[in-house]
């Protein structure tokens, strides 16, 4: 999916704010998966804990997998023009080794859009929506690309 | 209001077979997610018509598609046709709100609706509900809590249910 330059430049600005060591919000985004869609943890059996809101919340391993997906996002605004090669090795990885559902990467997407609309509030307006919707879409898709 | 050791408001299952009670194949709301949504919508309901009319608004911007389903409406943010069916909407969400044990019951008309005459395709409805979600998120930051948000997920999903029960 070929993304245009504005996109770029616009998602560049909004992303300033998702350098992970400064954005707070950064933490939640897989705590809110676990607690929202519960039967995403089938996926998570080795993070310890996760028989309770607080006990995700305050799970290292949950936060620390909220790291690693939004500095993949990070790398994805780098490389819009091409997602599914960048997300080659990665949608291997999901298919063949964590088994994932690729519907998990939009439930996971929209969870990011709508962390981003609490944190922005209403600097988040439906065009920023739009390109927010775009990026995760893109990303979703060039993650189940090399399903089998 | 998250009760202690326990995983908030969905720890508490809900009674299949009692009156009121959705049926055994959709998801029930606790007592606790029905608590969120009616003090949450005190909040909302002053601004419902607002909140309705952006969930639109975002809906076009992120999902071209949904357009085609209103080729008759000016859909230009701001126009009349967009701030009278958002208010439609919030208002259709505040009468399932004020009967939110009977949901069903209180959406029968438009339940219909939908079915014989708008025949909206079943997969829009995610994706409204995503935008009212994504409105209630950036307009009340701090009542979208994860219990919240689970709250309002689960009670959308059981309103587009009943809007797509009667398709076939």
Excluded at chain 1, 39 to 58: E, P, Y
Excluded at chain 2, 79 to 86: E, F, N, V
Excluded at chain 2, 147 to 153: G, N, R, S, Y
Aim: hydrophobic fraction near 45%.
């Amino acid at each position: 999916m070929m993304v245009n330059m504005s996109l770029a430049t616009c998602l560049g600005n909004s992303s300033r704010a998702l350098k992970v060591s400064d954005f707070p919000p950064a933490m939640v985004l897989s705590h809110r998966l676990l607690v929202v869609y519960p039967w995403t943890q089938r996926f998570f059996d080795n993070f310890g804990n996760l028989s309770s809101t607080s006990a995700i919340m305050g799970n290292p391993k949950v936060k620390a997998h909220g790291k690693k997906v939004l500095t993949s996002f990070g790398d994805a605004i780098k490389n819009m023009d091409n997602l599914k090669g960048a997300f080659a090795k990665l949608s291997e990885l999901h298919c063949d080794k964590l088994h994932v559902d690729p519907e998990n990467f939009r439930l996971l997407g929209n969870v990011l859009v709508i962390i981003l609309a609490s944190h922005f509030g209403k600097e988040f307006t439906p065009d920023m929506q739009a390109m927010w919707q775009k990026l995760v879409a893109g990303v979703a898709t060039a993650l189940a690309h090399k399903y089998h | 209001m998250i009760m202690e050791g326990s995983r908030g408001a969905s720890t508490q299952r809900p009674v299949l077979g009692t009156p009121g009670s959705s049926s055994a194949t959709t998801m029930s709301l606790t007592k606790a997610e029905k608590t969120i949504i009616l003090s949450m919508w005190g909040k909302i309901s002053t601004q419902a018509d607002a909140v309705g009319t952006q969930a639109l608004e975002r809906l076009f911007a992120s999902y071209p598609q949904t357009k085609t389903y209103f080729p008759h409406f000016d859909l230009r943010p701001g126009s009349a046709h967009l701030r009278t069916h958002g208010a439609k909407v919030a208002a259709a969400l505040g009468d399932a709100v004020k009967s939110i044990d009977n949901i069903a019951g209180a959406l029968s008309k438009l339940s219909e609706m939908h079915a014989y005459v708008l025949r909206v395709d079943p997969v829009n409805f995610k994706l409204l509900s995503h935008c009212l979600l994504v409105t209630v998120a950036s307009h009340f930051p701090a009542d979208f809590t994860a219990d919240a948000h689970t709250a309002w997920d689960k009670f959308l999903s059981i309103v587009s249910c009943v809007l797509t029960e009667k398709y076939r």
